[in-house]
């Protein structure tokens, strides 16, 4: 029944490494987006995907790299994982790139860098 | 660019106290603007929204006027309850397809 999914839920590495998160929506929604929150709860948008296009992709390191294989997933690899990656990174989906649409979240990925 | 700019928090307040957060815009146009409220440990849930000027937005007693000549979208609610405890971000809609957040106002409320 869950709306918007991401995993892992949690997710704790070393500094350097490589990962990946994941996200799921089955709204039926054809715009997916990547939010980046920080300890100071700002929330700022990454990436924002329609019909597996990329729309947006803001001043982001090239470390990130989203990959949407179908307009249901918007999943998240980051190579080479730095201390200050350290955030809760959301997942969301709406229908279409109407601004009257609400975004529907995920529960967050909390990325700790050791 | 277009962006919001609300109150700092934390807000503190007895349980039944009247809530006002504040919250204005800048924009070149006339996004929709919305509140989105997140309980710990969860997601941003959307509480309410307006699309255009003097549009007002409620949801579980929680209500924002879309004011154009003040560009404000205060949030109001006049008798707040434990389980409204949350962060509230106030946020418009932008011509990049996206939301752009305010930081957030943290509120407490006290039995």
């Known amino acids: 029944d869950t709306a918007v999914s991401q995993t892992p839920k949690y997710l704790v590495t070393q500094m350097g490494n490589d990962k990946s998160i994941k996200c799921e929506q089955n709204?039926?929604?054809?715009?997916m987006y990547w939010y980046k929150q920080d300890s100071k709860k700002f929330l700022k948008i990454m990436f924002s995907y329609n019909n597996k296009e990329l729309i947006i992709n803001e001043t982001v390191p090239n470390r990130f790299s989203p990959k949407s294989p179908d307009k249901a997933h918007l999943n998240l690899h980051i190579n080479s994982l730095e201390l200050g990656d350290s955030a809760v990174y959301f997942c969301?989906?709406?229908?279409?790139?109407?601004?009257?649409?609400?975004?529907?979240f995920g529960d967050g990925t909390r990325l700790s860098i050791l | 660019g277009d962006s919001v700019t609300q109150m700092e928090g934390p807000v503190t307040l007895s349980e039944e106290a009247f809530l006002t957060i504040n919250c204005t815009y800048t924009a070149t146009g006339y996004p929709s603007l919305f509140w989105y409220v997140q309980y710990p440990g969860e997601g941003l849930q959307l509480l309410l929204k307006a699309t255009k000027a003097d549009d007002k937005g409620s949801n579980k007693g929680f209500e924002a006027t879309y004011r154009k000549e003040t560009t404000s979208f205060h949030l109001e609610k006049g008798s707040v309850q434990v389980s409204d405890s949350a962060v509230y971000f106030c946020a418009l809609y932008y011509s990049g397809y996206a939301l752009n957040f305010g930081k957030g106002t943290s509120l407490l409320v006290t039995p």
């Open positions: 969301a989906s709406s229908q279409g790139r109407d601004g009257n649409q609400p975004q529907h």
């Open positions: 709204l039926g929604h054809d715009t």
